[in-house]
């Protein structure tokens, strides 16, 4: 057990933003107590809403009265499976309407979705387990197992994955062939091949199960984008095709436990169906994992690193400096095998790139956005871009400019002794050289791999981790290695195939269940346990898996939020206890001390169970109040008797935690010079929220976009009329402040009043 310090969120990425916010959405139709009034639509567009219905209330029901009730609504979709609901065409300004309906529980906007691969399938113990047989006498190989994939498609005609391919329904182009399609220059898109090869290739590349029949989903097209309706409609499709096994590497930033995507993907586990899904490349700041990695059911999945030879940099004369280096996504990689004069670069501006051709330049985070740092240090010449954070820690950074240079981020620590360095050569008149070396690292959380828990429920998310950096896999025409938790969740996926094929008769629940009890608990370079809201239960290992004869779930455990002051001190969740061998066995539970800084367990008492047989058990947790001086808590319960002890990691909180209170924010034109229309998510809603907009490179106030209170939780939309706007249209520094209790955030975004813009900085008061 062991106390954690506040984590300091790092900044999203404009992608995130944009993700997050794809579908504008006004409120603004009227409606009397005879009936729905009809409004002028001619200079709207319509757009794509979801429909969630009550349970007692049938679609059909529904549907009737949409119809009747709301002028021009087109029914897109019924979902009846994994989510039931509805997707429905109409204007913005009719939105509002629809949950005034009889029978409609809520309605959402279509979020967008996004694509978030050597040695890792032996890694994970994949190879290892192929000479075990199964029930029938047939090796494991996911032989017979249908494993569904939603992503952007397949390259079928690949000699990988030709023999395995079975079909499938492309929701794009609406029709039978979910072949990968083209982004908007004309390149093809290669994520589901890689997916797919990842999961089942059989050929030069060998994935986790690599005779598993695979089924692609065409949810995301040209440029590897979807929205709501098409991943739920996909999801629809495979249960109604009864696959065993479905993947989404797919997310959106909406870290919430109630978004459509993640309740159907619990609908599909209810349904038989094992559920995986990548956690998100928003990390390593918490609480970014996102919709549907945050689904309670399916196996959300991070990424770690398998055996890799890893660059980091060092200076000439300070061997025993070891600087770890983040590369920004959209750069060329950090390959130099010479050595490299370093430069101070300052800000990135261009009159701060002074005789750096040719040379690895420094530059300082802030001032301008990152990409035009790049721009100008490559401009200028220079071989390689080191940008240092302008805050304490590590930050991730990527552009959708490719660029020709390789360009890292380091930490503020590292960038001020490279910094110091500069100077104190420069006084000598000589020059800074950096090298790199190659360093084994293997077994530790990738940077890129997003963290959790999941807001308001407080889940433990990710549930596993599995190789996610340099996997090497089939895309269309060839083969490639990738990075991301996209890559880490089909290795869930093969494996959980694997399990099925040996274990026909578990439930999804008893899949992950295995999964997370056998999992490896990774150490941080401190040789520390990560904590549960990085890892999970840890990095699957198959070999274990196959082989346990005791399940105990859930596999993580979430005691919630305790706050001062609250009468209620106990704290209580159940788990189920299986033994699965052949012999009686008799389990314990166990903490690591009975008692700390104001925890007093009541774990239970030994158990015995016969071959075949399950129990439940309590597990009380009652907390001291005068004793606790902590935020957060997390540590491990172990429960013996099985082949291998079974870890179960726990996480409490002692008062609200500290989340972000502005998820993503993003303003847009609504109409024809009607106005505009922002979006702001927040969790947990605020009391107070304000945008205030400056001058962007002065600063200087230049007016209050908005200012509104008692905000709910979740998705807050606003529309302004162009003659209600403080200022005159041109590009701002937008401050956006939310405050809720004594939790305060900010949010600053350069935006134009006739496109949304880029740079994002948090800040938390």
Same mark, same amino acid.
């Given at each position: 057990?062991?106390?954690?310090?506040?984590?300091?969120?790092?900044?999203?990425?404009?992608?995130?933003?944009?993700?997050?916010?794809?579908?504008?959405?006004?409120?603004?139709? #009227?409606?009397?107590?005879?009936?729905?009034?009809?409004?002028?639509?001619?200079?709207?567009?319509?757009?794509?809403?979801?429909?969630?219905?009550?349970?007692?209330?049938?679609?059909?029901?529904?549907?009737?009265?949409?119809?009747?009730?709301?002028?021009?609504?087109?029914?897109?979709?019924?979902?009846?499976?994994?989510?039931?609901?509805?997707?429905?065409?109409?204007?913005?300004?009719?939105?509002?309407?629809?949950?005034?309906?009889?029978?409609?529980?809520?309605?959402?906007?279509?979020?967008?979705?996004?694509?978030?691969?050597?040695?890792?399938?032996?890694?994970?113990?994949?190879?290892?387990?192929?000479?075990?047989?199964?029930?029938?006498?047939?090796?494991?190989?996911?032989?017979?197992?249908?494993?569904?994939?939603?992503?952007?498609?397949?390259?079928?005609?690949?000699?990988?994955?030709?023999?395995?391919?079975?079909?499938?329904?492309?929701?794009?182009?609406?029709?039978?062939?979910?072949?990968?399609?083209?982004?908007?220059?004309?390149?093809?898109?290669?994520?589901?091949?890689?997916?797919?090869?990842?999961?089942?290739?059989?050929?030069?590349?060998?994935?986790?199960?690599?005779?598993?029949?695979?089924?692609?989903?065409?949810?995301?097209?040209?440029?590897?984008?979807?929205?709501?309706?098409?991943?739920?409609?996909?999801?629809?499709?495979?249960?109604?095709?009864?696959?065993?096994?479905?993947?989404?590497?797919?997310?959106?930033?909406?870290?919430?436990? %109630?978004?459509?995507?993640?309740?159907?993907? %619990?609908?599909?586990?209810?349904?038989?169906?094992?559920?995986?899904?990548?956690?998100?490349?928003?990390?390593?700041?918490?609480?970014?994992?996102?919709?549907?990695?945050?689904?309670?059911?399916?196996?959300?999945?991070?990424?770690?690193?398998?055996?890799?030879?890893?660059?980091?940099?060092?200076?000439?004369?300070?061997?025993?400096?070891?600087?770890?280096?983040?590369?920004?996504?959209?750069?060329?990689? $950090?390959?130099?095998?010479?050595?490299?004069?370093?430069?101070?670069?300052?800000?990135?501006?261009?009159?701060?790139?002074? #005789?750096?051709?040719?040379?690895?330049?420094?530059i300082e985070r802030g001032g301008i956005p990152l990409i035009r740092k790049i721009v100008n240090a490559r401009k200028a010449g220079a071989d390689a871009v080191l940008i240092?954070?302008?805050?304490?820690? #590590?930050?991730?950074?990527?552009?959708?400019?490719?660029?020709?240079?390789?360009?890292?981020?380091?930490?503020?620590?590292?960038?001020?002794?490279?910094?110091?360095?500069?100077?104190?050569?420069?006084?000598?008149?000589?020059?800074?050289?950096?090298?790199?070396?190659?360093?084994?690292?293997?077994?530790?959380?990738?940077?890129?791999?997003?963290?959790?828990?999941?807001?308001?429920?407080?889940?433990?998310?990710?549930?596993?981790?599995?190789?996610?950096?340099?996997?090497?896999?089939?895309?269309?025409?060839?083969?490639?290695?990738?990075?991301?938790?996209?890559?880490?969740?089909?290795?869930?996926?093969?494996?959980?195939?694997?399990?099925?094929?040996?274990?026909?008769? $578990?439930?999804?629940?008893?899949?992950?269940?295995?999964?997370?009890?056998?999992?490896?608990?990774?150490?941080?370079?401190?040789?520390?346990?990560?904590?549960?809201?990085?890892?999970?239960?840890?990095?699957?290992?198959?070999?274990?898996?196959?082989?346990?004869?005791?399940?105990?779930?859930?596999?993580?455990?979430?005691?919630?939020? $305790?706050?001062?002051?609250?009468?209620?001190?106990?704290?209580?969740?159940?788990?189920?206890?299986?033994?699965?061998?052949?012999?009686?066995?008799?389990?314990?539970?166990?903490?690591e001390t009975d008692s700390f800084l104001g925890l007093r367990w009541e774990l239970p008492k030994r158990m015995t169970l016969k071959p075949g047989k399950k129990k439940e058990?309590?597990?009380?947790?009652?907390?001291?109040?005068?004793?606790?001086?902590?935020?957060?808590?997390?540590?491990?319960?172990?429960?013996?008797?099985?082949?291998?002890?079974?870890?179960?990691?726990?996480?409490?909180?002692?008062?609200?935690?500290?989340?972000?209170?502005?998820?993503?924010?993003?303003?847009?034109?609504?109409?024809?010079?009607?106005?505009?229309?922002?979006?702001?998510?927040?969790?947990?809603?605020?009391?107070?929220?304000?945008?205030?907009?400056?001058?962007?490179?002065?600063?200087?106030?230049?007016?209050?976009? %908005?200012?509104?209170?008692?905000?709910?939780?979740?998705?807050?939309?606003?529309?302004? #009329?162009?003659?209600?706007?403080?200022?005159?249209?041109?590009?701002?520094?937008?401050?956006?402040?939310?405050?809720?209790?004594?939790?305060?955030?900010?949010?600053?975004?350069?935006?134009?009043?006739?496109?949304?813009?880029?740079?994002?900085?948090?800040?938390?008061?």
């Open positions: 057990m062991k106390k954690n310090n506040k984590k300091e969120a790092l900044t999203k990425q404009k992608k995130v933003i944009m993700i997050l916010l794809a579908v504008i959405i006004c409120v603004t139709a #009227s409606f009397t107590d005879k009936g729905f009034m009809k409004t002028s639509h001619a200079q709207e567009k319509p757009e794509t809403a979801i429909v969630a219905v009550e349970d007692n209330t049938t679609l059909k029901e529904v549907r009737e009265k949409l119809e009747n009730g709301i002028p021009n609504i087109e029914i897109l979709r019924s979902y009846k499976k994994g989510f039931k609901g509805l997707a429905v065409k109409l204007y913005p300004s009719q939105l509002d309407l629809l949950s005034t309906v009889e029978g409609v529980k809520r309605a959402d906007e279509s979020a967008a979705y996004n694509t978030s691969l050597k040695d890792s399938v032996p890694f994970i113990g994949a190879e290892a387990i192929r000479g075990l047989l199964d029930q029938r006498g047939v090796h494991l190989t996911g032989k017979g197992i249908k494993v569904g994939i939603i992503d952007t498609g397949i390259d079928y005609n690949h000699p990988d994955l030709h023999r395995n391919y079975k079909g499938g329904y492309d929701f794009v182009d609406k029709d039978d062939n979910p072949l990968e399609g083209k982004d908007k220059e004309g390149k093809e898109t290669m994520h589901g091949t890689h997916v797919a090869g990842i999961i089942g290739a059989n050929g030069t590349v060998r994935g986790v199960a690599p005779e598993a029949d695979l089924y692609m989903y065409r949810a995301l097209g040209p440029g590897g984008q979807g929205s709501t309706e098409q991943i739920l409609a996909a999801i629809d499709k495979a249960i109604e095709d009864e696959v065993d096994i479905l993947n989404l590497s797919l997310g959106s930033p909406i870290n919430g436990p %109630d978004w459509p995507t993640s309740e159907a993907l %619990d609908k599909a586990a209810e349904a038989g169906i094992v559920a995986v899904t990548s956690s998100g490349n928003s990390g390593p700041a918490m609480w970014s994992v996102g919709s549907p990695g945050t689904a309670d059911k399916a196996i959300s999945v991070g990424a770690s690193i398998p055996p890799l030879r890893m660059p980091k940099i060092t200076l000439f004369n300070q061997p025993e400096l070891s600087i770890s280096i983040q590369p920004i996504q959209g750069t060329a990689p $950090w390959q130099f095998r010479r050595d490299l004069p370093l430069v101070d670069g300052g800000l990135g501006m261009k009159e701060d790139l002074k #005789s750096i051709k040719g040379k690895a330049v420094l240092y954070n302008n805050v304490a820690g #590590s930050f991730a950074a990527g552009t959708e400019e490719i660029q020709p240079v390789p360009a890292v981020t380091i930490t503020r620590e590292h960038g001020e002794q490279l910094r110091n360095a500069i100077e104190e050569k420069d006084k000598k008149s000589s020059s800074a050289v950096l090298r790199t070396v190659l360093e084994e690292e293997t077994d530790h959380m990738a940077f890129f791999s997003s963290r959790g828990p999941v807001t308001r429920s407080w889940k433990i998310k990710p549930d596993v981790v599995a190789p996610g950096v340099d996997i090497d896999s089939t895309v269309p025409h060839g083969y490639l290695a990738l990075n991301g938790t996209s890559m880490a969740a089909p290795h869930i996926a093969g494996a959980a195939a694997l399990l099925k094929q040996a274990r026909p008769e $578990w439930s999804p629940e008893q899949i992950k269940a295995a999964l997370m009890n056998t999992a490896v608990a990774l150490k941080d370079d401190s040789d520390n346990d990560y904590p549960p809201f990085v890892q999970g239960a840890g990095r699957v290992d198959m070999t274990k898996a196959i082989r346990t004869d005791t399940l105990v779930y859930p596999g993580t455990l979430s005691f919630g939020v $305790w706050t001062l002051g609250d009468e209620k001190r106990i704290h209580e969740e159940t788990v189920v206890v299986e033994n699965h061998s052949k012999q009686t066995k008799t389990y314990s539970f166990r903490t058990a309590k597990i009380r947790l009652e907390i001291e109040a005068g004793a606790v001086d902590y935020d957060q808590l997390d540590g491990v319960l172990t429960v013996e008797g099985g082949n291998e002890d079974i870890r179960l990691p726990y996480l409490l909180f002692i008062n609200e935690p500290d989340y972000p209170r502005i998820g993503a924010f993003d303003l847009q034109p609504f109409g024809r010079n009607r106005g505009y229309q922002y979006e702001v998510y927040m969790p947990g809603g605020a009391e107070e929220l304000q945008i205030a907009l400056y001058d962007p490179d002065t600063y200087a106030f230049a007016g209050i976009l %908005d200012k509104e209170k008692d905000i709910k939780p979740g998705l807050y939309e606003q529309k302004l #009329s162009v003659k209600d706007l403080p200022v005159p249209e041109g590009k701002y520094r937008a401050v956006v402040y939310a405050r809720a209790g004594d939790k305060e955030e900010v949010i600053e975004t350069i935006i134009h009043l006739e496109q949304t813009r880029i740079d994002e900085k948090r800040s938390k008061r």
